[in-house]
T-cell receptor
């Protein structure tokens, strides 16, 4: 088990609604990344936060946004939910932004959009 | 653009036999390569990584992987499989000199039969 926690575990929302997912990073880790994992697929990179600033983004629209707090915990916000947003959302922390660093993943939040 | 291919959706092996889970990659520069494992209803767990140096990398739980630059491969191996190794395995790549954004493969389901 890693020290990364996520909440909630499961969530059901209606199309058009907004959702906030939360992540607490492993102790000593200042970098948090968020991923979307659709059923049967590998994780897709959404964005990364380092010292409270977004410092990289994957191919996701602006309705996916995030925050990182001074204690390095993080939030993922998704506005105007679409059916295709149904997925497992994973948070991962690392020691820093170097590409050589491995990531430590939380258990994920399963989002279902109906 | 970088990519990862895991050509087998599923690998079946008998307990005690050696196992191999295949991964090939494509990056414009030199790669950092990672293997992660995902158990049901859990996040990804780091197994091992190749950064530089010895082409044979040893990781957690008796797993190892061999980096082959000419074949652009990074296959995961274990000399003797356990039933408890049954899980979903993901290979990931980052470009050492380019974007730090990781690309994950689609995953390979490993089933170890008693």
């Amino acid at each position: 088990e890693t020290g990364v926690t996520q909440s909630p575990t499961h969530l059901i929302k209606t199309r058009g609604q907004q959702v906030t997912l939360r992540c607490s990073s492993q102790s000593g880790h200042n970098t948090v990344s968020w991923y979307q994992q659709a059923l049967g697929q590998g994780p897709q990179f959404i964005f990364q936060y380092y010292r409270e600033e977004e410092n990289g983004r994957g191919n996701f629209p602006p309705r996916f946004s995030g925050l990182q707090f001074p204690n390095y915990s993080s939030e993922l916000n998704v506005n105007a939910l679409e059916l295709d947003d149904s997925a497992l959302y994973l948070c991962a922390s690392s020691l820093g932004t170097l590409s050589s660093y491995e990531q430590y993943f939380g258990p994920g939040t399963r989002l279902t959009v109906t | 653009a970088q990519s990862v291919a895991q050509p087998e959706d599923q690998v079946n092996v008998a307990e005690g036999n050696p196992l191999t889970v295949k991964c090939t990659y494509s990056v414009s520069g030199n790669p950092y390569l990672f293997w992660y494992v995902q158990y049901p209803n859990r996040g990804l767990q780091f197994l091992l990584k190749y950064i530089t140096g010895d082409n044979l990398v040893k990781g957690s739980y008796g797993f190892e992987a061999e980096f082959n630059k000419s074949q652009t491969s990074f296959h995961l191996k274990k000399p003797s499989a356990l039933v408890s190794d049954s899980a979903l395995y993901f290979c990931a790549v980052r470009d050492k000199g380019g974007s730090y954004i990781p690309t994950f493969g689609r995953g390979t389901s490993l089933i170890v039969h008693p």
